[in-house]
């Protein structure tokens, strides 16, 4: 078994067709399919089915990819640890983010590292936190960003920034004339929340269900709410530093929420055998530039993290 039967089986499952992984790996298609069917024989497994299409790894097979995934992460470690400090701060760096930090984070984050780091290749991507975290353990992303605590073993979490949750009110809303709402009044009424896709949450199925803040916006904008309750009336709930995204007529409707004051920690994860200091420290100092100085964590307001 060899690195490179490695690099050629997750070529095979990323592009999912056996011809266009091996014009990625510069071999003829022959080449390819012969080098995978010596490892398949060394295991004593069936990696692939090749009869579906596209192709598909088994269920062993999709196993071994996902080892092979984590042994080349690991491989590409050890070269890396003999880079200079130039070469440490170059190429690619893949940032996963859930969807309510996107907006407030990925556009600063392009334009501070494009601008100090321009050899650093960034590429950010949204999604759900639990595929963020799997990815993170395939080797797959680089670094998540998403609300903690994450608890997990194989992964190490940095806290970046702390923010509260406010109430976004339609003026039609009684609420609207007030300087604050208490939780147990926005429970009393209906909510505008995206899980299991857009709709109004009853104070009945409130009060029958386990409540956390971040699962208002599983898997959608925070924008899209803000727009609902625009059109529809009603209340919301926002992070705080989506509130730097609303028009001036918009933060109008933004009212504190009291007794008690609920709030979130935002942090950056990393695999516990994450190497690349430099790099890590790059976004930790892109982070400080976007969000306020009040709310970040103490640890990352200091200075240089080491890992």
Not at 24 to 31: H, I, K, N, R
Not at 45 to 60: G, L
Not at 99 to 117: A, N, Q, R
Not at 277 to 292: S, T
Request: hydrophobic share 40%; proline share 5%.
């Amino acid at each position: 078994m060899t690195l490179q039967q490695l690099r050629y089986i997750v070529a095979i499952d990323t592009y999912k067709h056996f011809g266009k992984a091996a014009e990625a790996c510069e071999l003829t298609q022959s080449t390819l399919s012969l080098m995978v069917k010596k490892l398949e024989e060394e295991l004593d497994v069936q990696i692939f089915d090749r009869d579906s299409h596209p192709v598909a790894a088994t269920e062993v097979g999709r196993k071994v990819i996902d080892q092979a995934k984590v042994v080349l992460y690991n491989a590409e470690q050890i070269s890396e640890m003999t880079k200079s400090e130039k070469e440490m701060l170059a190429g690619p760096l893949r940032v996963a983010l859930i969807s309510t930090v996107t907006p407030v984070l990925v556009p600063g984050m392009f334009k501070y590292i494009g601008t100090k780091y321009p050899s650093i290749e960034l590429n950010t991507e949204e999604m759900l936190t639990d595929t963020i975290k799997s990815k993170l353990r395939k080797a797959e992303v680089d670094m998540g960003i998403l609300a903690g605590p994450v608890d997990d073993a194989d992964l190490m979490e940095i806290p970046l920034y702390h923010e509260r949750f406010l109430a976004y009110v339609s003026p039609k809303n009684p609420a609207y004339k007030q300087e604050s709402i208490k939780r147990d009044a926005i429970f009393s009424q209906k909510l505008w929340i995206i899980r299991d896709g857009l709709r109004q949450l009853s104070p009945i199925e409130m009060r029958g269900s386990h409540f956390s803040y971040e699962r208002f916006f599983e898997g959608g904008r925070v924008g899209i709410l803000i727009h609902v309750v625009n059109d529809n009336g009603g209340l919301t709930i926002i992070p705080e530093t989506h509130s730097d995204l609303i028009s001036s007529v918009g933060k109008n409707s933004l009212r504190p929420i009291t007794d008690p004051v609920p709030r979130r920690t935002i942090s950056l994860v990393i695999r516990k055998d994450y190497i690349h200091e430099l790099k890590l420290n790059a976004v930790i100092e892109a982070i400080r530039y976007i969000i306020p100085e009040l709310m970040l964590d103490g640890m990352i307001r200091t200075g240089h993290i080491k890992i």
